[in-house]
């Protein structure tokens, strides 16, 4: 609760400034919380295949700095193959969530066109890639450790998953918003 509440207050205070960031606030969040869901099920699969709930698999992570490592490049861990599709596919599907929303903006005649620079997309891609790379890492982390105690990850970790995404997309939108704002690009200001 109090995840999603902070991520709601950045929420109201962003679009005080940024209008045009409430088209954009539902697709960083549901694209990295779906991408970050369908992990941690992944996970929870194979940790179901490969151990018993509360002991420790023979692939987990043995010290907490190598859960950086194995979420994308370990060979002991099943998943890190799965991790890193999905975050590449965050790119594509971000664009393409990107080129309709402006087309419906530019179709209702309410564009904006500090929306449509390259600094913009560039900025808008990079934020989204790192929430969904931070999402996975939190995943891997939090699925194992909810395992070891003896809880469903299925169950536990999704919805914390999602709240933390929602939180970290707001967070690091309303960041992009207000550094392209502060390097010059005055028009993303509301009026």
């Not at 790192?130 to 995943?139: A, P, R």
């Not at 939180?167 to 309303?174: E, K, M, Q, R």
Request: proline letters at 4%.
């Amino acid at each position: 609760m109090i995840i999603s509440s902070t991520g709601g207050f950045i929420m109201g205070y962003a679009i005080s400034y940024f209008d045009d960031i409430a088209a954009f606030q539902p697709v960083i969040n549901g694209v990295g919380g779906n991408l970050v869901a369908i992990y941690a099920s992944r996970l929870s699969t194979a940790l179901h295949r490969t151990s018993e709930q509360g002991s420790v698999p023979f692939w987990a992570p043995k010290k907490w700095f190598q859960y950086l490592l194995h979420t994308f490049s370990g060979k002991a861990n099943p998943e890190s193959k799965t991790a890193v599709i999905l975050a590449v596919m965050a790119v594509p599907g971000h664009l393409l969530f990107y080129f309709v929303i402006t087309r419906v903006k530019i179709y209702n005649n309410t564009m904006n066109l500090a929306t449509m620079t390259p600094s913009f997309i560039v900025f808008y891609t990079s934020v989204a890639i790192l929430q969904v790379v931070l999402l996975l890492l939190i995943c891997y982390w939090l699925v194992h450790l909810t395992w070891r105690k003896n809880m469903n990850p299925d169950n536990v970790c999704i919805p914390y998953l999602t709240a933390i995404g929602d939180l970290l997309g707001t967070a690091f939108l309303a960041i992009c918003f207000y550094a392209l704002y502060l390097a010059g690009e005055e028009r993303l200001k509301t009026s």
